[in-house]
């Protein structure tokens, strides 16, 4: 098999209070946390998935949520030790956590960069009063804004700020305003997308009013102008990144490498050395009945193998969402087809002037990044 990077998800579902725009597995933090068992159950969950992954080195790591914040520096550090004793690190592996400004605190987060984390994720989504009530967020704008501070005073000179824009009743010169703060605070890597209504959230059974389409495209526009003008280069759909500083960890989700995942309702992405074949699979969704499988070594609740369509389709729909494309060997690399299984949507979408093909490079072009939903219909039907 050749080489595909093999990356760890961590998934810690706990909230301090569920926001009306979120589809995650979140569930809003009772007093106490069991965070004690919940890290036994991690570790015994990535124990019960190690030979599906003998001898592979990990590439990295993201803690997500939830707000993974919330748990105790001294929890994270008993983690990561217990992975470390478990599976074999690459140098130089990047450790992301996530966080929310609310749960912002100097020892703390001092705590998490002596415990291994060397990246952090602060979800601010906005710096404007009015928009950070109506998306239900726990923190003010004065804690938005310290938390870059936090961060860099705790030894953490790469992090990432989430930003939404569409916001409810948002005016362009509000997301401008919210996009110029967040450039301000000089983050290594900007995370910027537009708020959508997802399914089984509060914002999609009473929808709030939304800008309207033309009104968001001009702030993506604007948006865009004004990141590129800063030296946050676009990578990937709604990621930016200073020069050398892209997300390792999702850029492997893009390019169709393997992923791990460990904690309540996690998801990964296995590929068979024996015989190339890729697994999908997803853990116990609920808290309380991970708790009680994981331990077992039962943590997964469901396991799919991808069939030849499925393959293609979904290395399609990751890696056409980064701005430069990829390479055509890479899609062999990933699915252990043959390239002509991409051919017949190839031929149309660069004939529709959606897709560019230099020499081995597939990219989407200026009108194809626009409608890449488009675009990934072609290879549906092939």
Known sequence: MTHIPLALYIHIPWCIRKCPYCDFNSHAAASGLPESAYVQ????????????????????????????????????????????ALMPFRPNLE?????????????????????????????????NPTHLQALGRVHNREEALRAADIARTAGFDNFNL????????????????????????????????????????????????????????DMQFAGQTLLNAANYQQYEVSAYAQP????RHNRNYWEFGDYLAIGAGAHGKITHPADGSVTRYHNYRQPSEYLQHAPQGNA?????????????????????????????????????????????????AVQRGLLSLTGEQVQPTEHGWQFLNEVMQLFLED
């Open 41 to 84: 159950a991690l570790l015994a969950n990535l124990a019960s998935e190690l030979p599906h992954v003998w001898g592979r080195k990990l590439e990295s790591i993201f803690i997500g949520g939830g707000t993974p914040s919330l748990f105790s520096a001294e929890s994270i550090d008993e983690l990561l030790c217990g992975i470390r």
């Open 95 to 127: 450790v992301t956590l996530e966080a929310n400004p609310g749960t912002f605190e100097q020892d703390k987060f001092r705590g998490f960069r002596e415990a291994g984390i060397n990246r952090l994720s602060v979800g601010i989504q906005s710096f």
């Open 162 to 217: 989430d930003l939404m824009f569409g916001l409810p009743q948002q005016t362009l010169a509000e997301a401008m305003q919210d996009l110029q703060q967040a450039m301000d605070l000089q983050p290594t890597h900007l995370s910027w997308y537009q708020l959508t209504l997802e399914p089984n959230t509060l914002f999609y059974k009473q929808p709030p009013p939304l800008p309207d389409d033309d009104l968001v495209a």
């Open 244 to 247: 050398q500083q892209q997300c």
């Open 300 to 348: 997964r609740s469901g396991t799919q193998t991808l069939t030849t369509v499925d393959l293609s389709f979904e290395f399609m729909l990751n890696a056409l969402r980064l701005r430069d494309g990829f390479a055509l060997p890479l899609f062999s690399e990933r699915t252990g087809l043959s390239v002509e299984h991409l051919q017949t949507g190839l031929d149309k």
